[in-house]
């Protein structure tokens, strides 16, 4: 079974804005990645925050997480219409030899 | 980083047949990991391959349905066996990165798969 939620399911925006998707989770995490999707192809890896971390920073993209919440969000800042793509969140938990376990995922669409 | 590819990259089954997904990994690794993506839906575990010993199956995977091979640091593979509509989806393997445990995963391409 899925770990968490993500909010929103579906994102719609303009070229140029921000995009804020949130993951929320249920139980201890070692750490917590980010990951997109282009159309039913392969992950690619955005970003990994540990569990003793609060935030980090990979050029557009920044990443928090609030562990007394058991939330994430990732924020997409000046939108591409390449970033037109599904997000997900995954969670390392805590003495689960780090398999992974997907949130349900955000769809973005960016329109030019 | 890891780089990882599978093969096939698609296929297309006749139902009661079975298909052999591979994955390989361009640096040794200690877990690979199997996942499945039905469509429009997010990515579930199906099992943890540690070289060396049984894989390791979630809740709702056997492996009589999923047996997994991982004859060595590199390379794992899974069958999905006596195949209905239903496993049409699509099937990834990951391996964490050179960071070693707790560090960023890494996804192979996928293998995506229809069974009519």
């Known amino acids: 079974s899925q770990q968490g939620e993500e909010d929103p ?9 921000n995009a804020t998707m949130n993951c929320s989770y249920k139980t201890s995490i070692n750490n917590l990645q980010w990951y997109r999707q282009n159309s039913g192809r392969g992950l690619v890896h955005l ?26 969000s990732l924020l997409i800042t000046a939108s591409r219409a390449a970033d037109t793509a599904s997000y997900f969140c995954a969670t390392a938990i805590s003495g689960g030899y780090n398999k992974l376990i997907f949130g349900a995922g955000t769809r973005l669409a960016v329109h030019p | 980083s890891a780089v990882i590819s599978q093969k096939p990259s698609r296929d297309i089954c006749q139902r009661g ?3 052999t997904i591979q994955c390989q990994v361009d640096s040794q690794v200690t877990m690979m990991f199997w996942y499945r993506q039905q469509p429009g ?14 894989a390791t199956y979630e809740s709702g995977f056997v492996i009589d349905k999923f047996p997994i091979s991982r004859p060595n640091l590199t390379f794992s593979t899974l069958t999905v066996s006596n195949m209905s509509p239903e496993d049409s989806s699509i099937y990834l393997c990951s ?5 070693g445990p707790g560090g ?12 009519l």
């Open chain 1, 9 to 17: 399911q579906a994102l719609s925006i303009q070229e140029g804005e």
């Open chain 2, 41 to 54: 839906q997010s990515l579930t575990l199906i099992a943890t391959a540690n070289q060396g010993s049984e």
């Open chain 2, 104 to 115: 960023t995963q890494y996804f192979g391409p996928g293998t995506r798969l229809l069974v």
């Open chain 1, 47 to 72: 970003i990994l925050i540990r569990s003793n971390e609060r935030e980090k920073h990979s050029g557009r993209l920044r990443v928090t997480l609030d562990t007394s919440k058991k939330s994430s």
């Open chain 2, 95 to 99: 391996a964490e990165g050179n960071g």
């Open chain 2, 17 to 19: 047949t079975s298909l």
